[in-house]
């Protein structure tokens, strides 16, 4: 079987991750793989149960009853819990709340990781997250750590009018024993604070073409 290529972008909420790797996807034709939706679906169910997110032994066992389905709609990925995408709601303030804890537990990553491994059976992906670089596919060459400064993280959620404690989940994400969002081996860091989404991009692939990317005729 043919194993094609991973970008592995990298970064704390709100750091410009999706808006990076969806222009990518496009510009470059790549699957655009979005980590952090499988991680709040999970999130999503174990709240439909009724579950404490901090209660790592109940969430282990629902994981065990669900099923999870991740697949692409065109270059998108998609995810699905029981035959339901929970669209929408996977942005909630709830599962914003929540999803530090979840995807903290070990089961949960061994269980999403191995999801997330098999989207390079179909294709060039751009896969986005905290963990994409350091135990998803540690093998690219491919990695971007993005950054901004917390204060304008906080600003974007606030700007598409979002629920959502930046500061905290950071601090779980980064804290975490399983998986801590850090700076991979090999990723080169790029702090998009001073930069236009135009700029972040020109700045990105730079980075990817010193990395030895090549890109797709034009
Ligand atoms: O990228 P996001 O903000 O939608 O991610 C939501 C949460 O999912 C994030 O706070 C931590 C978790 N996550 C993770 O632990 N590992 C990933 N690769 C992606 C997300």
């Known amino acids: 079987m043919t194993l094609h290529r991973a970008i592995a972008i990298d970064g704390p909420a709100a750091s410009g991750k999706s808006t990076l790797a969806r222009i990518l996807s496009q510009r470059l034709g790549l699957i655009m793989v979005n980590s952090g ?6 999130t999503w169910k174990v709240l439909q149960l009724g579950i404490d997110p901090a209660d790592r032994a109940a969430v282990v066992a629902a994981l065990r009853n669900m099923d999870v389905q991740c697949g692409v709609d065109g270059l998108d ?7 339901i995408d929970p669209g929408e709601a996977l942005r909630s303030e709830e599962v ?8 903290a537990v070990p089961e949960v990553r061994e269980c999403l990781v ?9 294709g060039d992906v751009v896969m986005e997250g905290r963990d994409i670089g ?3 596919f540690p093998e690219t060459p491919y990695k ?24 905290a989940r950071d601090k779980a994400d980064s804290g975490r024993a399983t998986a801590p969002l850090k ?3 090999g990723a080169a860091v790029l702090d998009t ?6 700029s972040g991009v020109e700045a990105a692939l730079a980075i990817l073409a010193g990395q030895g990317f090549e890109m797709p005729a034009a």
């Open 144 to 167: 971007i750590y993005m950054d901004a400064d917390p204060l304008v993280r906080a600003s974007r959620r606030e700007e598409v009018g979002e629920v959502d404690s930046v500061a």
């Open 183 to 185: 700076i991979a081996d």
């Open 96 to 103: 914003n709340a929540a999803v530090s804890a979840v995807s």
């Open 134 to 136: 350091s135990v998803v």
């Open 193 to 198: 604070s001073g930069h236009s989404i135009e």
């Open 114 to 122: 191995s999801l997330q491994r098999d989207y390079l059976k179909l």
């Open 77 to 83: 990925s998609t995810v699905s819990i029981d035959g």
């Open 37 to 42: 939706a499988m991680y709040r679906a999970v």
